[in-house]
């Protein structure tokens, strides 16, 4: 399966945390970059944060640094997204993507990643 299927998320009170999992039935994860995007009603896509291919390499996005931590387990073909400290602003529908091009000057790029998930739906209330 080359499209990635995330889990994991659900509502949560504001403080509260979640972990996404991106996985896929086979080892892609192993070869690319992979990378976490969210959306709200009515915004633009967004970058929440990147992996390299052996997990040394990571990139967060300024608006969650310090609370989110992405990471992998290419044994188990799978991303995490560790969200910890959760805002009403972080109520978004999160993505998971892979790209075979990324760098570390287009990382934050959707256009990059060639394969997307379906989505699962991060609700944070106050």
């Known amino acids: 399966q080359v499209q990635p299927v995330e889990s994991g998320g659900g509502s949560v009170q504001a403080g509260g945390s979640l972990r996404l999992s991106c996985a896929a039935s086979?080892?892609?994860?192993?070869?690319?970059?992979v990378g976490w995007f969210r959306q709200a009603p009515g915004k633009e896509r967004e970058v929440v944060a990147a992996?390299?291919?052996?997990?040394?390499?990571?990139y967060v996005a300024d608006s969650v640094k310090g609370r989110f931590t992405i990471s992998r387990d290419n044994a188990k073909n799978t991303v995490y997204l560790q969200m910890n400290d959760l805002k009403p602003e972080d109520t978004a529908m999160y993505y998971c993507?892979?790209?075979?091009?990324?760098?570390?000057?287009?990382?934050?790029?959707?256009?990059?990643?060639?394969?997307w998930g379906q989505g699962t739906q991060v609700t944070v209330s106050s």
């Open positions: 993507a892979r790209g075979s091009s990324v760098t570390g000057r287009n990382w934050f790029n959707p256009a990059v990643y060639s394969y």
């Open positions: 086979n080892n892609i994860y192993s070869t690319n970059y």
């Open positions: 992996i390299s291919p052996g997990g040394g390499i990571t």
